[in-house]
């Protein structure tokens, strides 16, 4: 019997649920996130190049959509995270009343006041993303995501 490492784990939950999110427009019906508000995030591998694929909880702010870098509170980011910053270019789908939207998106990093509005605007739906902070010493990445919509 082989074990699973945690890394391999979360990769089995990801891949389930970016299954149920594609197969149910946007529903995650069962499983650790049953009922979550999530969008996915594609992004390109700092390393590798491949494309990889994120469930992750967020907020808005207007027009734009705000993801965490969290990691549960890990003292280390996700990869996620490393890959926009190499290739801020990205992929979301998120569900909306009529469907599941696709659109690219530019990732770029909030700072400052900025980044205290949108992290506390996360906690507040969330309150886990408060008690993330308090178990890392690492200052935890707010991304902000800006749609690029064809006209």
Do not use: C
């Not at 900025?114 to 690492?138: D, I, S």
């Amino acid at each position: 019997m082989t074990e699973t490492r945690p890394a391999e784990a979360w990769n089995n939950v990801n891949s389930d649920v970016v299954r149920q999110f594609r197969s149910d427009n946007g529903k995650i019906s069962s499983g650790m996130f049953k009922g979550a508000r999530l969008l996915l995030l594609t992004t390109t591998g700092a390393k590798s190049g491949k494309e990889r694929i994120n469930p992750l909880a967020f907020t808005r702010d207007g027009d734009n959509y705000v993801i965490i870098a969290s990691k549960g509170g890990s003292p280390t980011h996700p990869d996620w995270y490393h890959n926009i910053l190499a290739n801020p270019e990205v992929g979301v789908e998120v569900a909306t009343q009529s469907g599941v939207d696709q659109f690219r998106a530019y990732a770029r990093i909030a700072a400052g006041e900025e980044r205290r509005r949108l992290y506390a605007a996360q906690a507040a739906v969330m309150p886990n993303f408060a008690e993330y902070q308090k178990k890392t010493e690492r200052k935890i990445p707010v991304v902000v995501l800006e749609p690029r919509r064809q006209t």
